[in-house]
């Protein structure tokens, strides 16, 4: 390793360890004294939690240790709390100083403290879809689309029920995509309503009923609510950085993904103002326009040649089950084995293991 690419003992704090965050320290960590604060010990691969659910042992490649990957930093298990503008406090006590802090606390998430938690709720979640006769899924964004599609191919004798409020399933892409959708789960014999919502306040697995906006009663052994996740932002509210939260909680950046009117601080990743789909691979290629851009500046380098981040077509790949998929891309909408063969198969797992340096099938120590 030459000088210039050892650590010049600046401080970055990475708060989050989501998509954007472990990659980010996985990057930096030869290259800077970095810290990550995380409220839970490891990164879930997040668009393989749905095969985690149908099949408990796919998460062992998918809930990976942060000191697995990240082995040349400091990890503080613990929620942020406070920022001021040389410090980041806990609320386990801990006074981490920063010379560069990043953002990137993506969504709220209710996820255990504990890779070994984690692991475990798969396999109740598991045991739940196992010993149902029927489910009813709520929400037809990507994730309840993918998650019905697991469930219809790995228990086709399961009663699958998907009920969204909007007018047509992943209305964050284009129309001809929500057909595709809508067909192939109607030929797995998903029933799908559209145009009406489920009362969450008053759903109970308990008595197996349930209404929907529209009166329609629907019976289900259980559920799962697979609605959008509120912005993990709330705690910066009482922070120096209120006042660069937007109206709907996501942080204001610049074209290098630097907070407006900050030097020192970036966001990445699904709390940016950024208006863009907000998904992992996205969140991945924020994590590299800051990486290359801290180096830049820990360096000494130029303003000028900060790298800006552009926000490109609107690409989606949507998996089918385990052999079939949709993608979305420039001026073409295509579905079936081509895009289930780029994402369905392994979801990714076994790419985004390696760029962590990790082997794509771990030990079973592990």
Known sequence: MTSEEQSNGKKVVIVGGGVAGSILAKTLQVHADVTVIDPKEYFEIPWASLRSMVEPSFAKRSVIRHADYFKNGRIIISHATKITDTEVSTADGHLVPYDYLVIATGHTDSSPKARTEKLGQYEAEHQKIKSADSILIIGGGPTGVELAGEIA????EKKVTLVHR??????????????????WLTAKKVEVILGQSVNLDSISDGNGTYQTSGGEIIKADCHFVCAGQRVGSAWLKETILKDMLDMHGRLMVDEDLRLKGWNNIFAVGDITD??????????????????????????????????????????????????????????ITISGSVPGYIKSRDMFVGKTRKELGLESYPVESE
């Not at 191919?153 to 086709?156: A, G, K, N, T």
């Not at 909007?166 to 067909?183: C, D, H, P, Q, V």
């Open 153 to 156: 191919v790995d228990f086709p």
């Open 274 to 331: 950024i208006q863009e789909i907000k998904q992992g691979y996205i969140a991945h290629k924020h994590s590299l326009v800051v990486a290359k851009n801290l180096k830049l500046l820990m360096n000494g380098g130029k303003e000028c040649k900060l790298e800006k981040y552009k926000p490109g077509f609107p690409l989606a790949l949507v998996s089918l089950g385990r052999k079939e998929g949709l993608a979305q891309f420039p001026y």
């Open 166 to 183: 909007g007018s047509r399933l992943l209305e964050f892409i284009g129309t001809k995509a929500s057909t595709k959708a809508l067909n």
